[in-house]
């Protein structure tokens, strides 16, 4: 069930007025309602994985309990290990078992071994990668003594499922999330009405922007062999608007739906393509995910506390994991590589945390001569690591950069579909101070129906049926 369909419409208008009006004045019943809610939104891809979502929700909502209540620190070890095998297992079954199997294959071909292992012929459950670390968060936590595990099962089953995170994030933490779950929720008009100011910011991002760079993006990618430099280089930038466009877009969609229903969601993008290094694009990009390595694998590697070699050795894992959780593909594995030689420099030289305060400009109107030579320098690196994430193979990607250097000064072909960059990069740099309330300077019923009309006359989404980018992961 796509957000950027009828279907959901229908689906999110029936509950709207079900969890408020029916069951508004019970939360209990509200979270009972959230969590079938849930179960549907979920089972519309495929109700086999509502099965195996109830598995994942039960295995860390029990050890989350046992490790609570377990009177030695061995026995809370041995608990959180084992749930977290049992999560990685689950993880690596559906995702990762044929490509390492292939690997393997591979391998021992260049040995001159002829193998033949048993590949599985499954689909990949819909945000498998996303609740897996929702619910291995809260078991780290209940561990580290952070949070105390919460006995209503319901309540605990909504932090995992609810349904405007449940496919593609943001990945939310136990004590963010469940304090609102466990507690009333009343409609505030404000509140709904910024809501809905992200809903169709999101929308207008994903199905006016990213819909229509995606159809110029797959037709340069998969034929990039016979395009020239030019066009070459205007299908990487016109991915990097189009992922970005697809996965803010669904994060403003996320946000501005928990907002209808009285909750508040972490944010997950602060305009990455404004930021002035790669370690502030970090800070800018997909932060749940980026915050969450830092957390649970960073800093229990030991960080940076154990000098630069350890810390070296930590910012390759993270980022090459971030990679690989991304996708089973050496594809995915090099641009995470790819991130962590970018980062490395900042690190040694400790500059790594130079612009971790304000937006670029935040107190003007333009950026300075300097700040806009390190952005789009930062875009340039970045966009060059977007060809490795898009590309089939590693040699795809490698064959596409070669590629730039031939024609690179003739006129590219799909040079009008810049206005879309044009556009959306303008009216991010008006909303840049708050990312949470898009363009706050236009009262919010005239700025809703402005963009409700727009995504009526030029949206492309439902007409050429493009799902989400990281649905897939």
Same mark, same amino acid.
């Given at each position: 069930?796509?957000?950027?369909?009828?279907?959901?419409?229908?689906?999110?208008? =029936?509950?709207?007025?079900?969890?408020?009006?029916?069951?508004?004045?019970?939360?209990?019943?509200?979270?009972?309602?959230?969590?079938?809610?849930?179960?549907?939104?979920?089972?519309?891809?495929?109700?086999?994985?509502?099965?195996?979502?109830?598995?994942?929700?039960?295995?860390?909502?029990?050890?989350?309990?046992?490790?609570?209540?377990?009177?030695?620190?061995?026995?809370?070890?041995?608990?959180?290990?084992?749930?977290?095998?049992?999560?990685? /297992?689950?993880?690596?079954?559906?995702?990762?078992?044929?490509?390492?199997?292939?690997?393997?294959?591979?391998?021992?071909?260049?040995?001159?071994?002829? =193998?033949?292992?048993?590949?599985?012929?499954?689909?990949?459950?819909?945000?498998?990668?996303?609740?897996?670390?929702?619910?291995?968060?809260?078991?780290?936590?209940?561990?580290?003594?952070?949070?105390?595990?919460?006995?209503?099962?319901?309540?605990?089953?909504?932090?995992?499922?609810?349904?405007?995170?449940?496919?593609?994030?943001?990945?939310?933490?136990?004590?963010?999330?469940?304090?609102?779950?466990?507690?009333?929720?009343?409609?505030?008009?404000?509140?709904?009405?910024? /809501?809905?100011?992200? @809903?169709?910011?999101?929308?207008?991002?994903?199905?006016?922007?990213?819909?229509?760079?995606?159809?110029?993006?797959?037709?340069?990618?998969?034929?990039?062999?016979?395009?020239?430099?030019?066009?070459?280089?205007?299908?990487?930038?016109?991915?990097?608007?189009?992922?970005?466009?697809?996965?803010?877009?669904?994060?403003?969609?996320?946000? /501005?739906?928990?907002?209808?229903?009285?909750?508040?969601?972490?944010?997950?993008?602060?305009?990455?393509?404004?930021?002035?290094? @790669?370690?502030?694009?970090?800070?800018?990009?997909?932060?749940?995910?980026?915050?969450?390595?830092?957390?649970?694998?960073?800093?229990?590697?030991?960080?940076?506390?154990?000098?630069?070699?350890?810390?070296?050795?930590?910012?390759?894992? @993270?980022?090459?994991?971030?990679?690989?959780?991304?996708?089973?593909?050496?594809?995915?594995?090099?641009?995470?590589?790819?991130?962590?030689?970018?980062?490395?420099?900042?690190?040694?030289?400790?500059?790594?945390?130079?612009?971790?305060?304000?937006?670029?400009?935040?107190?003007?109107?333009?950026?300075?001569?300097?700040?806009?030579?390190?952005?789009?320098?930062?875009?340039?690196?970045?966009?060059?690591?977007?060809?490795?994430?898009?590309?089939?193979?590693?040699?795809?990607?490698?064959?596409?950069?070669?590629?730039?250097?031939?024609?690179?000064?003739?006129?590219?072909?799909?040079?009008?579909?810049?206005?879309?960059?044009?556009?959306?990069?303008?009216?991010?740099?008006?909303?840049?101070?708050?990312?949470?309330?898009?363009?706050?300077?236009?009262?919010?019923?005239?700025?809703?129906?402005?963009?409700?009309?727009?995504?009526?006359?030029?949206?492309?989404?439902?007409?050429?049926?493009?799902?989400?980018?990281?649905?897939?992961?």
């Amino acid at each position: 069930m796509l957000f950027n369909s009828v279907i959901f419409l229908i689906f999110f208008v =029936t509950f709207f007025f079900a969890y408020w009006f029916v069951v508004g004045r019970s939360m209990r019943l509200q979270n009972v309602l959230i969590l079938l809610a849930s179960y549907l939104f979920y089972g519309w891809w495929d109700w086999r994985f509502v099965f195996l979502l109830m598995l994942s929700t039960l295995i860390d909502y029990f050890f989350g309990l046992i490790i609570h209540q377990s009177t030695t620190q061995a026995k809370k070890k041995l608990y959180l290990w084992l749930s977290i095998v049992n999560n990685l /297992g689950i993880l690596a079954f559906f995702k990762y078992y044929n490509f390492f199997a292939e690997t393997f294959q591979e391998f021992l071909a260049g040995f001159g071994l002829e =193998t033949h292992p048993y590949v599985l012929n499954i689909l990949l459950p819909v945000g498998i990668s996303f609740y897996t670390f929702h619910g291995m968060s809260y078991v780290l936590d209940i561990y580290n003594g952070k949070v105390t595990p919460f006995k209503n099962f319901v309540d605990y089953a909504v932090f995992v499922c609810f349904f405007p995170l449940l496919v593609a994030g943001p990945i939310e933490r136990a004590n963010h999330l469940l304090p609102q779950v466990a507690k009333p929720r009343v409609f505030r008009y404000e509140q709904a009405m910024d /809501g809905l100011r992200l @809903i169709v910011w999101g929308l207008f991002k994903k199905v006016v922007i990213a819909d229509n760079l995606a159809v110029i993006v797959n037709d340069i990618f998969s034929n990039y062999s016979h395009e020239s430099g030019s066009t070459l280089v205007l299908g990487a930038v016109f991915f990097a608007f189009q992922i970005y466009g697809d996965f803010s877009g669904y994060t403003d969609i996320a946000l /501005g739906t928990a907002k209808l229903l009285g909750f508040e969601l972490l944010t997950n993008f602060k305009f990455p393509y404004f930021s002035r290094d @790669i370690a502030e694009f970090w800070r800018r990009w997909h932060i749940s995910l980026s915050s969450w390595f830092r957390d649970y694998v960073y800093i229990p590697l030991g960080g940076s506390a154990g000098g630069k070699a350890q810390a070296l050795r930590n910012i390759f894992v @993270i980022f090459l994991l971030s990679g690989f959780w991304h996708g089973a593909k050496w594809t995915y594995i090099l641009w995470g590589g790819y991130h962590a030689l970018l980062y490395v420099p900042l690190f040694m030289v400790n500059t790594n945390r130079k612009h971790t305060g304000e937006i670029v400009a935040a107190n003007s109107w333009f950026p300075s001569v300097r700040e806009t030579f390190q952005m789009v320098l930062t875009f340039v690196l970045v966009t060059i690591g977007w060809i490795f994430f898009r590309a089939d193979t590693v040699r795809d990607a490698f064959h596409y950069i070669q590629g730039i250097g031939h024609h690179l000064l003739t006129m590219p072909k799909y040079a009008d579909s810049l206005l879309l960059v044009a556009l959306l990069l303008v009216l991010d740099w008006l909303s840049r101070r708050d990312e949470r309330r898009p363009h706050a300077f236009i009262p919010a019923l005239p700025y809703v129906l402005v963009l409700t009309i727009i995504l009526l006359l030029f949206g492309k989404g439902q007409e050429n049926n493009i799902e989400f980018i990281y649905f897939q992961f």
